[in-house]
């Protein structure tokens, strides 16, 4: 028995698409933010349960949904993320096999702007997308929230295909939220911003992707986003510098 695990915002894109890849499970939690656009509305459906809760931080939110779950298995994806029929043949064999390893990783296979991302730093893009939720919680980091558990952590066969991009405007303003919220985990530790942030920072997150990363090899796709994700290190620093001065 597999529950899937959602949190969402303004994705009726994608609501659809991520209810139809997840009838391999048992059922179906949505946890959402409030979101303003159709998305609760896309979301009926016999399996799935839609709850509005408010958003503080992406572990939060997470560990919220796990605590609604049934099943002991639980599934949590992104909702721009593809799961394969294989993938999904291959999650329900795992579970029914009783394993040791109380939590498995999937490969990511990043798409940007119609374009499969190979280097760029994307490829050892690998996370965990099916754990027991009595061994595993989120680590309570803000953004970029990982699993964590003392127990053994598996990989499974298939790829996940991550379509990340739905148009440029939208990309850059995911980067913003992100540069938000690790901007306020660093004002939490008291970390005061200066010209090495603003300057080194900004260019090493550029030089490591796209050169240390083999981004080059992405072609024009790898320099853009090299250039947005080094673009969003500065923006991060910016945004911290402006909570120390109390602008809006």
């Not at 919220?64 to 779950?69: G, K, R």
């Not at 119609?114 to 996370?127: C, E, H, L, P, V």
């Amino acid at each position: 028995m597999i529950t899937a695990l959602a949190i969402t915002f303004n994705e009726a894109h994608n609501i659809e698409r991520y209810i139809n890849s997840m009838s391999f499970a048992d059922e179906i939690i949505i946890v959402d933010s409030f979101s303003t656009d159709h998305t609760e509305a896309l979301a009926k459906h016999p399996k799935v349960t839609f709850v509005k809760h408010v958003f503080d931080d992406f572990s939060s939110q997470k560990n919220y949904a796990i605590s609604l779950a049934k099943h002991d298995w639980v599934t949590f994806f992104d909702l721009d993320e593809e799961v394969p029929e294989a993938l999904a043949t291959e999650l329900v064999a795992t579970v029914r096999s009783n394993p040791t390893a109380k939590a498995f990783r999937v490969k990511r296979d990043y798409h940007f702007m119609g374009k499969r991302i190979k280097y760029s730093g994307f490829q050892t893009d690998i996370a965990v997308r099916l754990f027991n939720k009595n061994y595993c919680k989120y680590n309570g980091k803000l953004v970029h929230e990982a699993i964590q558990t003392t127990a053994s952590i598996g990989k499974l066969k298939h790829h996940v295909k991550h379509q990340t991009y739905k148009d440029f405007d939208n990309y850059n303003q995911k980067l913003t939220q992100y540069s938000k919220l690790q901007a306020e985990a660093l004002f939490k530790k008291n970390v005061r911003p200066n010209l090495y942030h603003f300057l080194f920072r900004p260019w090493y997150r550029f030089m490591h992707q796209y050169f240390l990363r083999f981004g080059f090899l992405d072609g024009k796709e790898g320099f853009i986003i090299c250039y947005v994700h080094a673009f969003s290190v500065f923006k991060r620093y910016i945004q911290l510098w402006t909570m120390y001065r109390k602008i809006d």
